[in-house]
């Protein structure tokens, strides 16, 4: 569905914009002209409200360029193209849960989908949403990744937290513990390795060994936590060797992630979302983005929430918000591959 081009083009989408979203946009696009060294940036949002976020910060609200299409971008520095989507938000207050802005941010999303299904973005890349707020709004999703998938008509993806060249993979993400456990099968552990191994090889790097993560602590040693790890990941392990995937476990995550970080592993495949998340923000913060692997097109996230607490203070820190862009725009000409391999099954 992506087009090639010298620099990718990518829909920005601008969040909630009770939240931070806003702000670090335009930062990212007004204060890091590098930006457009290696992409062409267009957001998907509300003029109204990127113009009161742009004042926030010191600058010309005239700096907001509202085009119809991404193909009528300026790609100026100074000048933030924005594609309006629906109504205005400027006047949704600032800080505070809104059905409006919920629905908004949903919105952002879906007319983000619809521009690289169109083949007018090769990448989306999302500032935060606030789950509470979208539902609020009538989308009853669990976040942007169930979102997307839902848009893009797919069932097999995966959610992949990022930094340099470590990647964690999620079996499963917004749900809960106990349903996460049943959630957790041969196939879909299967169907994760395989995403894993199409990212690896649009990297170059076919053979890149994957350390999977047991469930239960150590792994279940030899079934005395557990029968999980013996009765679903290994056998979900051998079938992915079986298909010349470089996968080895399950393996104590309290030992395997800590490797990682140190640099033995670059693919790591955990369970549950806090199993990931919650070593991965504790080492790395706002150096790490979200992926969505699965998807026709990339999308790269940022890796934190709205920051209701400090929206329209000026001092949001939009360094996630840069280097997912990068990402994206590092990832966008190979993902065909990606695409391609996770709809072959190989």
Request: with cysteine.
């Amino acid at each position: 569905m992506s087009r090639p081009t010298e620099r990718p083009t990518l829909a920005i989408t601008l969040g909630d914009v009770a939240g931070i979203g806003p702000e670090i946009t335009a930062k990212s696009l007004l204060n890091h002209p590098e930006v457009r060294e290696y992409a062409r940036p267009v957001v998907v949002g509300d003029a109204d409200a990127l113009r009161r976020a742009v004042t926030a910060i010191g600058a010309d609200p005239a700096v907001v360029n509202p085009v119809s299409s991404p193909e009528d971008a300026a790609d100026e520095p100074g000048v933030i193209d924005l594609v309006q989507t629906g109504p205005s938000l400027g006047h949704v207050a600032l800080g505070e849960l809104s059905a409006e802005a919920g629905d908004g941010a949903a919105r952002f999303v879906i007319e983000a989908v619809d521009l690289a299904k169109r083949g007018l973005v090769d990448g989306i890349v999302t500032p935060p949403l606030n789950k509470a707020a979208m539902h609020m709004g009538g989308h009853p999703w669990p976040g942007h990744t169930e979102l997307l998938a839902h848009e893009f008509g797919v069932s097999d993806y995966s959610l992949v937290l990022s930094a340099g060249e470590l990647s964690f993979f999620h079996l499963t993400t917004h749900v809960s513990l106990r349903q996460a456990i049943g959630d957790i099968t041969q196939e879909r552990t299967l169907e994760v390795l395989r995403l894993m191994s199409a990212f690896a090889k649009a990297q170059g790097e076919a053979d890149e060994p994957i350390g999977v993560a047991g469930l239960n602590p150590h792994a279940g040693e030899n079934r005395l936590f557990g029968d999980e790890d013996a009765d679903v990941l290994e056998p979900a392990i051998e079938r992915a060797r079986a298909e010349g995937i470089n996968a080895h476990g399950p393996l104590p995550a309290d030992a395997l992630v800590p490797a990682a970080v140190n640099g033995k592993w670059k693919l790591v495949a955990v369970c549950y979302h806090d199993q990931g998340h919650a070593p991965f923000k504790a080492v790395y913060g706002d150096d790490g983005v979200n992926i969505t692997a699965g998807l026709p097109v990339v999308r790269v996230s940022v890796d934190h929430g709205t920051a209701f607490d400090i929206a329209g203070q000026g001092i949001a820190r939009e360094a996630s918000l840069v280097l997912a862009m990068r990402r994206a725009a590092e990832l966008a000409p190979g993902w065909r591959h990606v695409w391609r391999a996770t709809n072959s099954g190989t």
